[in-house]
């Protein structure tokens, strides 16, 4: 049996500062690295397998979606040969990965996060011009990307320290956890630092290793991820970086007797997909693959007709076109009781009127373009078909396809609770607005979707927000604040139904979907 664990001592946890850019200081350092950033563009990057670069025949370009016209970064694709190699290095490196002490890896992790934070800008600087993030948002992904790293770095601290047993006469007992294997980590574009930096190092403290499969519009961000990784000494072949489509190349990674866990964020569909692809017990396989799951959402917020009014408008707004709405907690619905329907309409279009809309790389844009062609061309889908209905479109709905992919903030009013774009996601800036006789209809109506993840209630009621507690099945319920803006550490965050395996990322829970726990007993007179 081991002997009892070294401490290893840190500081708690805090949350990486959010850059205020009223300030002149801070406006000028973030010029500077969209500049640095710029000029960094269009460049050929490669796959990494065992720290090795790999070239292969076939190509995709990463474009700026507020201006297709400018290449982010040129990579190569990976084939399902490639993945199955990279599987592979991936499971001879674990198994002497697997072996290093939890605080050592952490310690990689500290070290990542300090070296992230001190290139903050630039990091973020890259979401600017690859996903189309304003100043703000790009900010907050990149802090939120440091604050996993600090955050699993402490949790596997706690993981890998003793743990509590009950004593009994004679024996001597420990329980220790242990990592899974090989995971495949296919993040999405929407949070193309933070969600793959957490999806990733989580699985690399745990003693795991990885073959990381960035989103095809996000490949840039990742591999310079990837590469401070390699700055920072982490071991060659702990995490491999592969781009290319999912169907072929992203199922063979999934189907790999030898990959032992999936960790994946995205659309439903993809989701499903995956889970039933990795319950097919292939030849060789000596386990039940295990698979971690974050699929999308219908969030609702509730405005209650004992709302702050103003309040609530600033929080539907912020909800629902923060990043374009492309988040998976964006508020997509606004289910307002009908008492106060007219003046809660009257005040947010007046905060909407407000939005700027154009290239991010301008510090003055609220709003910047969707992330690709496909996904504006299905947005003006929905809105029309919200209009055919029944639904009354009383702002936006019209496009600018002319450089870039822009969708005009869109507000649709008079949408009943089964329409299509009451019950499908969208993922973009399209809200719709329902009216609700009572706030009993109003939880009725937040309850009807297959999704559960984000949601919110705005009312002065202190019964009506106890009931939502029993209620409103959610695995993030917010009350008199926006339904977005999770923190490490403070809002762990996963969703029920067909929102995910409710993962909770940045929570306590969340290392122990990558490991396994061992007993021991031994003996002793």
Same mark, same amino acid.
């Given at each position: 049996?081991?002997?009892?664990?070294? @401490?290893?001592?840190?500081?708690?946890?805090?949350?990486?500062?959010? *850059?205020?850019?009223?300030?002149?200081?801070?406006?000028?350092?973030?010029?500077?690295?969209?500049?640095?950033?710029? !000029?960094?563009?269009?460049?050929?990057?490669?796959?990494?397998?065992?720290?090795? #670069?790999?070239?292969?025949?076939?190509?995709?370009?990463?474009?700026?979606?507020?201006?297709?016209?400018?290449?982010?970064?040129?990579?190569?694709?990976? &084939?399902?040969?490639?993945?199955?190699?990279?599987?592979?290095?991936?499971?001879?490196?674990?198994?002497?990965?697997? *072996?290093?002490?939890?605080?050592?890896?952490?310690?990689?992790?500290?070290?990542?996060?300090?070296?992230?934070?001190?290139?903050?800008?630039?990091?973020?600087?890259?979401?600017?011009?690859?996903?189309?993030?304003?100043?703000?948002?790009?900010?907050?992904?990149?802090?939120?990307?440091?604050?996993?790293?600090?955050?699993?770095?402490?949790?596997?601290?706690?993981?890998?320290?003793?743990?509590?047993?009950?004593?009994?006469?004679?024996?001597? &007992?420990?329980?220790?956890?242990?990592?899974?294997? $090989?995971?495949?980590?296919?993040?999405?574009?929407?949070?193309?630092?933070?969600?793959m930096v957490g999806m990733t190092t989580a699985a690399v403290v745990t003693g795991n290793t990885v073959v990381l499969k960035p989103s095809s519009d996000s490949p840039t961000i990742a591999y310079k991820f990837v590469e401070l990784l390699e700055e920072v000494g /982490?071991?060659?072949?702990?995490?491999?970086?592969?781009?290319?489509?999912?169907?072929?190349?992203?199922?063979? /990674?999934?189907?790999?007797?030898?990959?032992?866990?999936?960790?994946?964020?995205?659309?439903?569909?993809?989701?499903?997909?995956?889970?039933?692809?990795?319950?097919?017990?292939?030849?060789?396989?000596?386990?039940?693959?295990?698979?971690?799951?974050?699929?999308?959402? =219908?969030? !609702?917020?509730?405005?209650?007709?004992?709302?702050?009014?103003?309040?609530?408008?600033?929080?539907?707004?912020?909800?629902?076109?923060?990043?374009?709405?492309? =988040?998976? !907690?964006?508020?997509?619905?606004?289910?307002?009781?009908?008492?106060?329907?007219?003046?809660?309409?009257?005040? /947010?279009?007046? #905060?909407?009127?407000?939005?700027?809309?154009?290239?991010?790389?301008?510090?003055?844009?609220?709003?910047?373009?969707?992330? &690709?062609?496909?996904?504006? =061309?299905?947005?003006?889908?929905?809105?029309?078909?919200?209009?055919?209905?029944?639904?009354?479109?009383?702002?936006?709905?019209?496009?600018?396809?002319?450089?870039?992919?822009?969708?005009?903030?869109?507000?649709?009013?008079? $949408?009943?609770?089964?329409? *299509?774009? !009451?019950?499908?996601?969208?993922?973009?800036?399209?809200?719709?607005?329902?009216?609700?006789?009572?706030?009993?209809?109003?939880?009725?109506?937040?309850?009807? @979707?297959?999704?559960?993840?984000?949601?919110?209630?705005?009312?002065?009621?202190?019964?009506?927000?106890?009931?939502?507690?029993?209620?409103?099945?959610?695995?993030?319920?917010?009350?008199?604040?926006?339904?977005?803006?999770?923190?490490?550490?403070?809002?762990?965050?996963?969703?029920?139904?067909?929102?995910?395996?409710?993962?909770?990322?940045?929570?306590?829970?969340?290392? /122990?979907?990558?490991?396994?726990?061992?007993?021991?007993?031994?003996?002793?007179?």
């Amino acid at each position: 049996m081991a002997g009892k664990k070294k @401490t290893v001592k840190v500081s708690p946890f805090k949350n990486e500062p959010m *850059t205020d850019f009223s300030k002149p200081a801070n406006r000028k350092a973030f010029e500077k690295a969209l500049k640095t950033v710029e !000029s960094q563009l269009g460049k050929e990057y490669n796959l990494i397998i065992n720290g090795d #670069r790999i070239r292969t025949n076939h190509t995709m370009k990463s474009l700026n979606p507020a201006n297709r016209e400018q290449v982010i970064g040129v990579f190569f694709d990976a &084939n399902e040969e490639l993945a199955n190699k990279a599987v592979e290095i991936a499971h001879e490196r674990f198994l002497k990965w697997r *072996t290093v002490p939890a605080a050592k890896r952490a310690q990689y992790l500290f070290k990542a996060a300090n070296l992230m934070r001190k290139r903050k800008h630039e990091f973020s600087a890259w979401m600017v011009y690859e996903v189309g993030k304003s100043w703000a948002e790009a900010d907050g992904d990149t802090a939120e990307a440091i604050d996993f790293m600090e955050f699993y770095g402490r949790e596997m601290l706690r993981y890998g320290a003793d743990q509590p047993l009950t004593k009994v006469p004679n024996e001597k &007992n420990e329980l220790v956890y242990i990592p899974l294997g $090989v995971g495949a980590v296919i993040p999405p574009w929407n949070f193309p630092l933070a969600i793959m930096v957490g999806m990733t190092t989580a699985a690399v403290v745990t003693g795991n290793t990885v073959v990381l499969k960035p989103s095809s519009d996000s490949p840039t961000i990742a591999y310079k991820f990837v590469e401070l990784l390699e700055e920072v000494g /982490l071991p060659k072949g702990v995490v491999n970086f592969l781009p290319g489509p999912g169907s072929g190349m992203g199922d063979a /990674l999934v189907k790999h007797p030898k990959t032992r866990f999936i960790a994946f964020t995205g659309s439903k569909a993809v989701g499903l997909h995956i889970n039933k692809t990795a319950a097919e017990t292939q030849s060789g396989q000596l386990w039940i693959k295990r698979v971690v799951a974050e699929m999308g959402g =219908k969030d !609702s917020i509730i405005v209650d007709n004992e709302a702050d009014l103003d309040k609530a408008a600033e929080g539907v707004l912020a909800s629902a076109f923060g990043f374009q709405g492309q =988040k998976c !907690s964006a508020c997509s619905r606004a289910i307002v009781v009908e008492s106060v329907h007219e003046k809660f309409m009257s005040k /947010l279009l007046e #905060r909407a009127k407000k939005l700027t809309i154009g290239d991010p790389t301008n510090y003055t844009n609220y709003m910047g373009p969707v992330i &690709n062609e496909k996904a504006m =061309k299905s947005m003006m889908w929905y809105i029309d078909k919200a209009k055919q209905e029944g639904g009354e479109i009383v702002f936006g709905g019209t496009n600018d396809d002319k450089i870039g992919n822009f969708v005009m903030p869109t507000i649709v009013d008079n $949408v009943k609770p089964k329409d *299509t774009i !009451s019950q499908e996601e969208i993922f973009g800036p399209v809200l719709a607005v329902i009216k609700a006789k009572n706030y009993d209809e109003a939880l009725d109506i937040a309850n009807n @979707t297959e999704y559960g993840l984000t949601g919110a209630v705005y009312s002065k009621n202190r019964k009506k927000l106890e009931r939502a507690k029993e209620e409103f099945h959610v695995g993030n319920l917010y009350f008199n604040r926006k339904c977005t803006g999770a923190l490490v550490g403070v809002h762990p965050f996963g969703g029920f139904n067909m929102s995910g395996t409710d993962s909770k990322a940045g929570g306590r829970d969340y290392l /122990l979907l990558f490991l396994q726990a061992k007993a021991m007993s031994e003996k002793v007179k």
